[in-house]
């Protein structure tokens, strides 16, 4: 693979991090960009200022939604130092994505080297404060102009740095969930277990309409019976019963989070039981109906955990824990973040440390 190059911009000052970031809005100085074309596989690969790009307008992407995305999280560690959480996690997923859009792969451990690059490089952009973080946004899409429905032949990838506060205007607050009952996400065997743009917007309606109904976010039942649950706008969700954690199994139609996969490895350390299963929202009526669900919580990049105070189906509100979180969710959001700012041992090896892995390579 070729060597990063690199075209900088001059720093005339200091940079000033916005107090209040929210999530999405403020941006970088610099992006990391690489093309493919089917002589060359993945070339030119080069950080550079973040600008506006320039594109034909029969450009595939924009016609038959050929691109994929990623989503993950750089953090200040107590003492000063950026690590990433599970990049590699994150990287597998992107060519999964990849693979099931026509889309080339894209090696690894290039990748990783890249994104290391560009957070060391613009490191004086992460934010400190607890809750807060450098947002990583890899992405791909088809760049042919043409109007045909085929494969691309040529893409661009971009990954773009966005420092973040915490992603809801509530905080570390209980959230009000609508189970969606009129809509469907994605189906088995479709592209729900791939980070795919069409996906999101595929939840707009759904989340507009529950918006203004006064709710923060969408549960998705499954999409052939509309009996399972599934995930909720952006998070994979677990139920705390009396005897057990439950999250929906991965049926092809839900992504496969890398939060989900800390949180069952976490619960498991615990001594807790853990499962992934098939769980219909009857299962969830009846059985709080009966006392015996004890909290709700979702878990995603974005949120890490978030708790569920209410949870409204068909007119029927199941309410949780009086406006405070769940015990189950801050003890993993304590554990979670405890790890990612370097408050506690990375015992299971989940940080990319930014400096070391570029001292290695
Ligand atoms: C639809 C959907 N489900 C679940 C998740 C949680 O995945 P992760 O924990 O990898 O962020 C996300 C966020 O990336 C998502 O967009």
Same mark, same amino acid.
Request: proline residues 5%; contains cysteine.
């Given at each position: 693979?070729?060597?990063?190059?690199?075209?900088?911009?001059?720093?005339?000052?200091?940079?000033?991090?916005?107090?209040?970031?929210?999530?999405?809005?403020?941006?970088?100085?610099?992006?990391?960009?690489?093309?493919?074309?089917?002589?060359?596989?993945?070339?030119?690969?080069?950080? =550079?200022?973040?600008?506006?790009?320039?594109?034909?307008?029969?450009?595939?992407?924009?016609?038959?939604?050929?691109?994929?995305?990623?989503?993950?999280?750089?953090?200040?560690?107590?003492?000063?130092?950026?690590?990433?959480?599970?990049?590699?996690?994150?990287?597998?997923?992107?060519?999964?994505?990849?693979?099931?859009?026509?889309?080339?792969?894209?090696?690894?451990?290039?990748?990783?080297?890249?994104?290391?690059?560009?957070?060391?490089?613009? =490191?004086?952009?992460?934010?400190?404060?607890k809750g807060?973080?450098?947002?990583?946004?890899?992405?791909?899409?088809?760049?042919?102009?043409?109007?045909?429905?085929?494969?691309?032949?040529?893409?661009?990838?971009?990954?773009?740095?966005?420092?973040?506060?915490a992603y809801y205007a509530e905080g570390f607050k209980p959230v009000k969930i609508?189970?969606?009952?009129?809509?469907?996400?994605?189906?088995?065997?479709?592209?729900?277990?791939?980070?795919?743009?069409?996906?999101?917007?595929?939840?707009?309606?759904?989340?507009?309409?529950?918006?203004?109904?006064?709710?923060t976010q969408?549960?998705?039942?499954?999409?052939?019976?509309?009996?399972?649950?599934?995930?909720v706008?952006?998070m994979?969700i677990f139920i705390r019963?009396?005897?057990?954690i439950?999250?929906?199994?991965?049926?092809?139609?839900?992504?496969?989070?890398?939060?989900?996969?800390?949180v069952?490895?976490?619960?498991?350390?615990?001594?807790?039981?853990?499962?992934?299963?098939?769980?219909?929202?009857?299962?969830?009526?009846?059985?709080?109906?009966?006392?015996?669900v004890l909290e709700i919580f979702g878990t995603g990049?974005?949120a890490i955990i978030s708790s569920v105070g209410l949870l409204?189906?068909?007119?029927?509100?199941l309410t949780f824990g009086k406006d405070e979180p769940g015990e189950l969710a801050i003890k993993l959001f304590n554990e979670i973040t405890?790890?990612?700012?370097?408050?506690?041992?990375?015992?299971?090896?989940?940080?990319?440390?930014?400096?070391?892995?570029?001292?290695?390579?």
């Open positions: 693979m070729e060597k990063i190059n690199y075209k900088l911009k001059k720093r005339t000052n200091e940079i000033e991090i916005p107090q209040n970031l929210g999530f999405g809005k403020v941006f970088t100085d610099h992006m990391f960009v690489m093309d493919y074309n089917e002589n060359k596989g993945w070339h030119n690969p080069l950080i =550079k200022p973040v600008e506006n790009l320039s594109l034909h307008p029969a450009t595939m992407f924009f016609h038959y939604g050929q691109g994929i995305f990623e989503g993950l999280k750089a953090f200040k560690t107590i003492d000063g130092e950026p690590v990433i959480f599970r990049p590699e996690d994150h990287i597998k997923r992107f060519n999964n994505s990849a693979r099931r859009l026509c889309i080339p792969e894209v090696d690894p451990d290039f990748l990783l080297n890249a994104i290391v690059e560009l957070i060391s490089l613009e =490191k004086d952009w992460l934010p400190s404060k807060e973080a450098i947002y990583i946004r890899p992405f791909i899409f088809g760049t042919d102009p043409f109007l045909g429905v085929k494969p691309s032949s040529t893409y661009k990838l971009i990954v773009m740095l966005s420092p973040v506060g609508l189970v969606q009952n009129d809509f469907v996400r994605a189906v088995r065997k479709g592209m729900g277990e791939c980070k795919y743009p069409g996906n999101y917007a595929a939840s707009l309606l759904a989340q507009e309409e529950a918006h203004e109904k006064g709710f969408v549960l998705w039942l499954d999409g052939i019976e509309q009996k399972y649950i599934e995930e706008g952006t994979n019963f009396k005897d057990e439950a999250t929906p199994e991965l049926s092809g139609s839900i992504l496969p989070g890398v939060t989900r996969i800390s069952l490895k976490i619960l498991n350390e615990w001594g807790m039981n853990a499962t992934e299963r098939l769980i219909s929202i009857d299962e969830v009526l009846a059985e709080y109906d009966k006392g015996n990049t974005a409204n189906y068909k007119d029927r509100d405890a790890i990612q700012y370097g408050e506690k041992e990375d015992s299971y090896g989940w940080l990319t440390y930014v400096e070391k892995l570029k001292e290695s390579v």
